[in-house]
């Protein structure tokens, strides 16, 4: 089993920054893979971004390249999105999930495990 909690959402003005954390703990191994995914209200689920265990590989959503950066901190079993140039379309909850292989990274099928989520709104 594997837990992940996310933090670090909250309300921010067009043109802003926000920096969302992960933490995982339980069963994670060297071969994870940490992505983040957002729903808005009344879409579906979308793939936002994915790295690598060791950091070195990094995908993103063709919404938020350029924009979003993803990044993690081993020490701390912690993956970050560090999100600028906010939009309001952006509003959504930000999902951190894990999965086993690097792979198809925009399906959430190939996701085993997935956090609560964290509020993300972005105000005009």
């Known amino acids: 089993q594997v837990q992940l909690v996310e933090s670090g959402g909250g309300l921010v003005q067009a043109g802003g920054s926000l920096r969302l954390s992960c933490v995982a703990s339980?069963?994670?191994?060297?071969?994870?893979?940490m992505g983040w995914f957002r729903q808005a209200p009344g879409k579906e689920r979308e793939f936002v971004a994915a790295?690598?265990?060791?950091?070195?590989?990094?995908y993103y959503g063709d919404s938020v390249k350029g924009r979003f950066t993803i990044s993690k901190d081993n020490a701390k079993n912690t993956v970050y999105l560090q999100m600028n140039s906010l939009k309001p379309e952006d509003t959504a909850v930000y999902y951190c999930?894990?999965?086993?292989?690097?792979?198809?990274?925009?399906?959430?099928?190939?996701?085993?495990?997935w956090g609560q989520g964290t509020q993300v709104t972005v105000s005009s």
């Open positions: 999930a894990t999965a086993q292989t690097w792979g198809a990274l925009d399906l959430q099928k190939n996701y085993d495990y």
């Open positions: 339980g069963r994670i191994l060297s071969s994870d893979v």
């Open positions: 790295i690598n265990w060791s950091g070195s590989r990094t």
